[in-house]
Nanobody
Framework: QVLLVESGGGLVQAGGSLRLSCKISGRLSGTQAMGWFRQTPGNGRDFVSATNWNGAATYYADSVKGRFAISRDNAENTVYLQMNNLKSEDTAIYYC????????????????WGQGTQVTVSS
């Protein structure tokens, strides 16, 4: 199983920016497609973004398109989510996940999940 540890969350005012990091480790971590999801108390764990093994292909939920950017540095075993122009509705716990097959937008396409990092955007 892949071990994923998110960091970079925090409190930011609307219009501000944060960059989340997901450190990947584990005996069989390898290089995999990765995704970011977010969860709020009133909603499920929803797709945010994903990227393939080398970062050449990226995918975004409509709600974050143009504001968020996913990237990765495989030499550092890290996936990033740059979040710009944050809005209050972006407030959530953000999780990174290792893709194991299937559509990137589906939660069950991922086999390992991080513990989550809280992002709070104040108005």
């Amino acid at each position: 199983q892949v071990l994923l540890v998110e960091s970079g969350g925090g409190l930011v005012q609307a219009g501000g920016s944060l960059r989340l990091s997901c450190k990947i480790s584990g005996r069989l971590s390898g290089t995999q497609a990765m995704g970011w999801f977010r969860q709020t108390p009133g909603n499920g764990r929803d797709f945010v973004s994903a990227t393939n093994w080398n970062g050449a292909a990226t995918y975004y939920a409509d709600s974050v398109k143009g504001r968020f950017a996913i990237s990765r540095d495989n030499a550092e075993n890290t996936v990033y989510l740059q979040m710009n122009n944050l809005k209050s509705e972006d407030t959530a716990i953000y999780y990174c996940a290792a893709h194991v097959g299937g559509a990137y937008e589906r939660r069950d396409s991922y086999g390992s999940w991080g513990q989550g990092t809280q992002v709070t955007v104040s108005s």
